[in-house]
């Protein structure tokens, strides 16, 4: 009984059942053993969380880890610009694996200062987040990223993927995984699509692709013009090769919702997509910030959950975001759907909340219980105050986490059974101090860079 923890709090959302008063939930190893009512707990070293709501560690679908280092330096960027920006800032400045993986490791503390335990990843260096991610203790899939919008470069992209992927298998754990993800309709072939996602059910890789986007996006599929387009033709690329009704049915046509991917964005998407992607099986990355931001639009959630698509709460990079705060875009994720469906009833933050944690879990589908607490689950929590004035009078507890208490440190976070944050601050001081130095100066390399660019 020694090694058991019993975390007790005012609150315990179970998510898979209904909220819990002065309620416990019991750790032992990396595993939940206890979740209930406090006076029914096992003993055990007992930490009080006091007036706090506790609940399943958040889940973070859509990240780019290795673009923490670019935050608030592509401000005001049109998409094509902020894209063009960012890639050569990514090859000139952080070419360097070790700062990328300092970069990573630093989002990846801000997720966990934010109560965040299990992270999506798109990623072209792939490595070094796989690397931060395991030396962190977190939960995370690392979708590697594949280009090549020349049906010619097919075969020779597919095999530097396979040399990539067959690498980065030797750094899986149980809890750090591998995928894949052909980056999106204006930098992939349709051939390539097809190829990537043969590729993946053939190892059984989880697969991810920016999707729907953009106008551009849409102009590129669609009509077969715009700057993407106009770029494809520079580079003498033909773009009817990439036309389709859509950017779902491009994807269909190429044979990749085969794989059932993990659709980030699907901002741009009508009835007859939504139930196309609910027929192949695949999943949601809801970014509503990152949507928002670039004014791509909003994406249409309540028609998606109506066709019982999986959907979870998605970031994207801090370089469009600016936040790595899944509980404040859970806050953003019920805004946006009131704007968009004039009801203050279809997306209620209950419901927002719980895409955060069991629907995140469950739109990854990469690990039984992520995202609930029930005995078995992986020990994955965090816990956040009610005892701050933006929480009171509490009248509901869903109510007061995502629009009074969001953006707030939490109170406990702990990852795969163990604390990694106690009162809003990392329990491992001394490497977080010496990451934040490092990271400083790649920050102010960064800054100085971008301030001499000419776009
Ligand atoms: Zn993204």
Redesign the pocket.
């Known amino acids: 009984m020694a090694d058991v923890t019993v975390y007790r709090a005012s609150w315990v959302l179970p998510m898979a059942q209904p909220p819990i008063a002065n309620g416990a939930v019991a750790v032992d190893g990396d595993r939940i053993t206890y979740v209930g009512a406090a006076h029914g707990a096992p003993g055990g070293t007992v930490i009080d969380l006091g007036d706090a709501a506790l609940m399943p560690g958040l889940v973070n679908v859509?990240?780019?880890l290795e673009l923490t280092p670019l935050r608030h330096l592509l401000e005001g960027l049109d998409f094509a610009q902020w894209i063009r920006t960012l890639t050569h800032l990514r090859k000139s400045e952080l070419a360097d694996p070790a700062d990328v993986e300092v970069g990573a490791r630093i989002g990846i503390a801000e997720g966990l200062l934010r109560g965040i335990t299990t992270y999506a990843d798109?990623s072209d260096t792939a490595a070094p987040i796989m690397r931060a991610m395991a030396s962190m203790g977190v939960r995370g899939v690392v979708y590697k990223e594949v280009f090549g919008p020349d049906p010619l470069q097919c075969a020779a992209s597919l095999a530097q993927l396979r040399d990539a992927v067959r690498e980065l298998r030797a750094m899986e754990t149980n809890v750090v995984r591998v995928g894949v993800s052909p980056h999106a309709p204006y930098s992939v072939s349709k051939a390539l699509f097809g190829a990537v996602a043969s590729y993946a059910i053939a190892e059984e890789l989880p697969m991810a692709v920016?999707l729907a986007e953009s106008a551009f996006e849409e102009d590129l599929v669609v009509r077969g013009s715009g700057p993407y387009a106009e770029n494809w033709r520079s580079r003498g690329i033909d773009p009817d090769g990439a036309r389709a009704r859509s950017s779902v049915a491009l994807l269909y046509e190429a044979g990749a919702l085969r794989a059932r991917p993990l659709i980030?964005?699907a901002v741009r998407v009508d009835a007859d997509d939504i139930a196309l992607l609910a027929k192949s099986g695949c999943a949601i990355a809801h970014?509503p910030v990152?949507n928002a931001r670039f004014g791509h639009g909003i994406a249409p959630v309540r028609e998606m959950l109506d066709a019982r698509l999986r959907v979870g709460i998605?970031t994207?990079?801090v370089a469009?975001n600016n936040r790595m705060d899944v509980l404040d875009e859970a806050r953003v994720a019920h805004l946006m759907a009131c704007t968009q469906t004039q009801s203050w009833r279809t997306f209620p933050s209950a419901l927002a909340l719980w895409h955060a944690t069991e629907g995140g879990g469950q739109a990854l589908g990469l690990w039984d219980g992520v995202g609930v607490l029930r005995v078995g689950a992986p020990a994955d929590l965090c816990a956040f105050p009610l005892d701050g004035l933006a929480a009171m009078p509490l009248a509901d507890v869903h109510d007061a986490l995502v629009h009074g208490v969001a953006g707030s440190p939490a109170r406990l976070t702990v990852a795969a059974g163990e604390v990694k944050v106690r009162d809003g601050v990392t329990v491992d001081q001394r490497r977080h101090s010496e990451d934040q130095d490092r990271f400083r100066l790649i920050g102010n390399r960064l800054v100085d860079v971008r301030l001499h660019m000419s776009l």
Do not use: I, K, Q
């Open positions: 859509h990240t780019h798109t920016h980030v964005h970014c990152s998605g994207d990079s469009s």
